[in-house]
C-alpha cells in the first residue's frame, strides 16, 4: 500500500431543467468521492481542473479546497461532495490534480482521472 494515495471517483449527470441548448448551455452536475487508500492521514489543499468541450476549448479551473472543505482523512476515510459546470457543447471532458498535505508533511499529488460529460442519448 501506498504511504500517500486517495482514490478519486466521478458520477456525471445531464442538467436539462438549468440548461439552455438553443444558447448553447449544457450544465452538468458531478459528485466525487475522494478516499484515503494510503497509509498516513492527509489533508486535501487545493484542485486543479481541465474542463475541456467538444470544440477543444478548455477552461482551467484553480482553487483552495473543494465546495468550502479542505478534508483531512485517516486512512480508509472518504469525503463526497456535489458541485457542477457549464459547457457550450453537449459533451466533453474533466480530469485534474487534487493537490494534497499528509500529517508528517509529505506533499503529494491525486490524480482525477479523466471523465465524460455528456447528454443521456434519447430513444426516438
Not at 62 to 76: D, E, K, M, S, Y
Not at 86 to 108: K, N
Amino acid at each position: 500500500m501506498a504511504a500517500y494515495e486517495m482514490t478519486v471517483t466521478v458520477r456525471t449527470q445531464y442538467l436539462e431543467d438549468q440548461s439552455n441548448p438553443d444558447a448553447s448551455q449544457y450544465l452538468f452536475a458531478y459528485a466525487v468521492t475522494i478516499k484515503n487508500t494510503g497509509s498516513v492521514t492527509a489533508q486535501l489543499i487545493s484542485r486543479h481542473w481541465l474542463i475541456t468541450d467538444a470544440n477543444d476549448q478548455v477552461q482551467e479551473v484553480r482553487g483552495l479546497g473543494v465546495v468550502g472543505h479542505q478534508p483531512l482523512l485517516a486512512p480508509g476515510e472518504q469525503f463526497e461532495y456535489t458541485s457542477g459546470t457549464s459547457l457550450a457543447t453537449p459533451q466533453g471532458t474533466m480530469r485534474g490534480i487534487y493537490f494534497c498535505v499528509a500529517e508528517d508533511g509529505e506533499q503529494f499529488e491525486s490524480k482525477i482521472p479523466e471523465f465524460v460529460l455528456s447528454l443521456p442519448r434519447t430513444l426516438h
